[in-house]
């Protein structure tokens, strides 16, 4: 169960009551982290084409009309509900802007959206910058691209779950429910990717060094 | 559990890794790198492993998103295609490299969601707090951050956010405002006023330590410059003059006294009114702060540091002794006074420093009279912070306003209300307070007494909007009252269901805590109460007994098999039996030397058999205290006794590791044979009698053939944990040992195995506890669910789920102070008994949700139909070859069966009882038949020709008129003419139903379309405005005949109006374990039409809470396999459901009572 849910709970039963000032700030609670969500994981070209701030005021609209529906059944805890939205917002999006025009030269299934890679750069290059302090130029690049093949490497679960708790800045609880698997299994996972991430890191120090 | 990608080499505790990792994490999201050396220091098992992968942790924690990705995605070309080439990854790299160069390219340490952390100002049991800003409004800020969010239970949390919303919506000028309650990357927080001052408690260390200014030297920080001015203020007055130093105290404490009214008005008491939670700002205004958190600490558990003898010392006697006294808003004012002792005094009321010590003085000591520690100080003044501080809550100020008055009437130079108490109070107030010990010692003798509070963020908002609304027009202020009802009713439902859980943990005072808010505050409040309330108030104020006899430790228990009696033997040799009901001992049986180590009741409850440690076995008559025989097979101490089930032979082991085996007619020994290499530990039979199984330390636990004395069954287990008890099911299918942990090797625990054949099994998944002390395993009576005990005192309960490879634990008792010998549940599962290490025997009753239940069986015959009558006191069974079986329930909620052996000939699908019991329909699988059961006309009377169109029948609630279904429709009858008074035509009929007010009858088809006739006004016909979604299995009309509610094949229950015909609710919950559809057997409103109590094919009766929609609670009866009918009691005291249990020919009748019957 999660914490945040039991605060947004207070809200949904007000907006139920019919108020709109709770549905606002229901959404007002969630819009900065909707947004991260969506800058974190639509794709660049397509972010110059729209606007992430778009996505989020349709996955709002959306969520507005849905909203009854969702209080009668409530299949999942909010937020990660809302992000469900958003994501099959970028999903379409990314099917209509970016797919179909070059469907012959990418393979199908790369229409599900994972991380894209300039996030992976993102989270390479806050790795060189928190962990190595001033650097020059150069060696700052060359362990950045070693920082990036590493989490390149990693493979697609772990990536995920580093996203999603360090990127999104989920809640472990709500990177669990994302991800549809037991809070503790997120923890392990948690645990392994970043383990392996090291591992990986590792590797690449020796190989460079040998 | 396998996990694939677990490093082989690493033999750590990978979840409690995992577990570790968490707490880093939220640690160095506030950038306590400090804690985190401290969690590895505590944890050098796994430091290793940690500080490989910390270096990641924190640079991952602390990234920012907010400077992110936008900024590097320009600098990536639009075309990514197939294999990268060389220049798009100079250009990616290029473009990590511009990033670092970027001066917004900066991380913030600790900015935790929109708060920047700036600095650590304190910690507490409350968690630490921080200086913050919040970055959006540019604001300073308090943040406190709760410890350890992710180990925090749901329960707690949940509390801590009500808590601290209702506070939020305190605003008083002398309150510290609380701007908001959040949860980011997992964290609690509170952000409230950052108030640039300084807190009584360092002002009261400073002012002691004057004239040095010595307050410099606290916590080796410098202070800030409002501290200091804050403190000038003060210690200036002092200084000057001690007179206008009081007057000073006095302001401040008439101020807080301000604000702590306010808040008590709004129902929310503070509980934590000490210096430390009193601010004085840089203008020397008073601030209170900390609302409502007090209560957080006691549930959570995880006081970080020893703060907690500087709370008691300020908590009222009621506070700090009464274990089960309510506390009220006189708490607050007893610490307020005590504070203000403490600041005009220089030193506290009550200067112990150890625990016992200040509860003695809290509870006896009168204090030092304030003018003996300073002259100058005015006698009334004196005299209301005495008023203030009494022992008695009734002594003191009825309320915080009028402390403030006679502050303030001191201030002004009036004369004050206050006043000393004579010396005939004081004599009285000494006895009242030896009372008062006694009664915060003595459980169970204590009346509870009840003050009304409400209190979360709806209630207030609501009670605003009330108030606003005021102002304006009636209409709007009914609107308003309306939501606060709504309100209200919302957090009624939230409560329940807390409760509820609380209940299960045997968390009897949160319990309490959470329903006492429901009371009623006076007459002009609705009562929003229902049955489940009450229902869970008793369980909440049901008492747990001591039972003191034994001299030493107890090691063995055993109930009779009517539960009425039970029996104990331990280390005084002594076997002593026990009234269950009275917790009185009825006999004692003496002849044993040394320690008894099992007692076995004979079925019939007149013997009983003991194992002692004098080398001996011996059989007892219960009824004269004689022993009967004595077994002496055995070289050395007899550990187990027992008698088998069909009653023909004895068991006994030993320590010199043999068995023999008695004939029980006459004691003469069969055999002798010797199962294990090593000491026998547990020694159970099979239900049938005809295996004995045994178990060693190590393993394995084997069963014998009682008759030939060959091994039959091996069982192994991969736990390490010496196994220590051993015991199996009723129906004999399984097999659960306890093992014992030894030094948190994680070895201990339970094993399970499934017996499938006479020699073969399947090993279901071990359960590895913390803790278990494996001593005593037992399963319970009626289901697949197992008592275990543990070495820091609980009991708990394991429930088999159906899947082999879960297990649940259904319930954890917090008993004893030490390691658990054992723990029993009474056959009937009323009664939960214990005994521990440290000398303590407990007699529980059982919080598990049923009341009671009853097995019910048609001989020779399976359960076919079931019927609860209206009035909820006759149940009937109709058996698959045409028997019938009728239970009466007594006030007493006790059972008697009477059989009625009809002639029916066949299996009777349905069967329905007139509501004045005078006629039975009774629905075969090929016609219908109906008999009156009068007095006159003897049972099985007169006979109505069976009727093969008649799919169905329906009585009215006078009993006067029945509904005959038939395939296309329903006959309206007069019952004792059996003249047809309408013939309603209504193609697929399947269900109907009268209203109670005989106004309506409600019929409803397989399509799912219910239909009204209106039998007052020419039988007029109106339609349910449903979409047919499934096949109609139930329906019942509300006792006001205003709601109809219908159940479908689909488990849906949907709530209609009788007037407007329109779906007002609906309620389903989904399946959680089978996803099989959960047809709606049963639908039964609560007789004040508040609850609906729904059985399904599922193992729960669920109540619904109709206003809201919401589901109250879900309670598992011991019935497995369904719930066929549910029932209220006409005066909502008892809600009864029945279904089958395990075996399709046994039903359970499972009642719950808002009071205990005992």
Redesign the interface.
Known sequence: ????R??TD?LL??AA?GSDQAMESLFNRHRSRLR?MI??RMD??L??RVDPSDVVQETLLQANRKISKYL?EKPIAFYPWLRQMAWDQIVAMHRKHLYSE?RS??REEEVSVGL????V???????????QGPLN?LV??EI??RV?QAIDQLPGIYREI?VL?????L???EAAEVLKIHN?AA??R???A??R??ELLDQRGDESAS | MKNRDTPPDSATDFPRLAELVEQITERLVVGRMDEVDRILQDNPADAERLRRILPMLIVLSTLDISSAPSQSVESVPPEIEGQKTESELDQGLASVGRNLTESAFVIQPGVLGDFRIVREVGRGGMGIVYEAEQISLRRSVALKVLPLGGLLDDRVLQRFRNEAQAAAGLHHPHIVPIHGVGCERGLNYIAMQFIEGVSLDRAIRALRSEPNEGYFENNGSEPSRAETIAMKILSTERSDSPMSFHRRVAELGADAADALHHAHEQGIIHRDIKPGNLMLDHRGKLWVTDFGLARIEGVSQLTITGDLIGTLRYMSPEQALGNRLIVDHRTDIYSLGTTLYELLSGRAVFEGSIRGRILHQIAEEEPTPLRQLQPTIHVDLETIILKSIAKGPEDRYESASDLSVDLRRYLAHLPVQARRPTSWQRAKNVARRHSAVLLATSTGMVVVTLVAMFATVLVWQAKRATDSALHQSNESLEIARQRELFARQHLYVADISAAHQAGLQDDQAEMRTLLVRHIPRDALQSDLRGFEWHYLWGVANAESRNLVGHQGQVYCTDFSSDSQALATGGSDGVIRLWNVESGKIIRELHGHTLDVNTVQFFPDGRKLISAGGDGTARLWDIDTGNELHSFCGHEGEVTHALLSPTEDIIATGGLDRNVCLYNATNNSLIRVFTPHENRIHGMAFSPDGERLITATGGGPVIGWNVQTGEKELELTTELGGAIKSVSVSQDGRMIVAGHEELANAGQGGLSYWIITGKSTFVRATTITTVDEAGHSVEFLPSRYAAASTTNSGNVRIWEFTGDLHRWRLQSTFRRHRGGVWRAQVSPDEQWLVSSSRTNELKLTATSFDVTRSYPVCIVGEQIRSVQITPDARVIAFGGSLGKIKILVLDDAESIQPTDMELPFGEPIVDLILSPDQQWLAAQKSTSSQLLSLSPDAKVGGPWQEPDPAVVASVFSADSRRIACIESDGINYTELRSRHVLHRFTCPGVVHCKFSPDGKWLAGGTQAGDVYLWDLTNDFQQYRLESSPSSELTSMEFAHDSTLVATGTGDGVVKLWSVETLQELKRFYSPDLSSGLPLAVNSVAFSPDNRTLAIGRNESFVRLWHIATGRELLAFRPLSQLGVKQVCFSPDGRRLIAVGPAEAPILHQVAIWSTEKAR
Request: positive net charge.
């Open positions: 169960m999660n914490a945040t039991s605060d207070l039963l007000q009551a991260r800058a974190v660049p070209r972010q110059m009668l070059r030269c990418r894209s890679d300039e996030s750069a993102d989270l390479a290059s806050k790795f060189v910058d928190k962990a130029q700052r690049t950045g691209e990036r580093l708790r360090y990127l999104e800045q809640s472990i609880v503790s923890k392990m948690h645990v392994r970043v383990e991430l090291r």
